[in-house]
């Protein structure tokens, strides 16, 4: 006999915090094959976005049905699946947050084209960023002085 018991836990209580678009680009990010190659997950997080952001009524059993249909419950692999896109919501945070991060993502870009020794584009860059940090922190020529 199977106890009914509802999918709770830090991944879903994370989900909810997400906007509708966020849940979208999330979905999009596991299902690119770059981040994830299990398409389990990538159906899991599809039968999460169905119900997003009503969670608080989904079971076990109906998540793990929805997931790998004909097969008898498993609640280990349930959990290892919901484990494993706990580790994508993760990393789907910390890219999000570096690409809002326009200065962050230049210096890495220029730092790279340095260590693959790509000169012929490297002093440009240095110069673009150099005066984009200019126009960011100073407002006015006297700033300069």
């Known amino acids: 006999m199977i106890i009914e018991?509802?999918?709770?836990?830090?991944?879903?209580n994370c989900l909810k915090s997400l906007t509708k678009k966020e849940m979208s680009a999330f979905v999009l990010y596991v299902d690119s094959p770059f981040f994830n190659k299990n398409r389990m997950i990538v159906k899991l997080c599809r039968v999460l976005q169905a119900t997003y952001p009503h969670f608080d009524d989904l079971f076990e059993k109906e998540l793990f049905d929805a997931v790998f249909e004909k097969e008898e419950f498993n609640y280990?692999?349930?959990r290892n699946l919901l484990s494993d896109l706990n580790k994508l919501f993760k990393n789907f945070l910390a890219i999000s947050h570096f690409q809002n991060q326009k200065d962050v993502v230049d210096l890495f870009y220029i730092e790279q084209l340095n260590e693959r020794r790509l000169e012929e584009y490297l002093t440009k860059d240095i110069i673009s960023f150099s005066k984009s940090l200019k126009k960011k922190f100073f407002q006015t020529e006297n700033d300069f002085a």
Request: proline content about 0%; aromatic content about 0%; cysteine-free.
């Open 5 to 12: 018991k509802k999918v709770g836990g830090k991944l879903l």
């Open 76 to 78: 280990s692999k349930l």
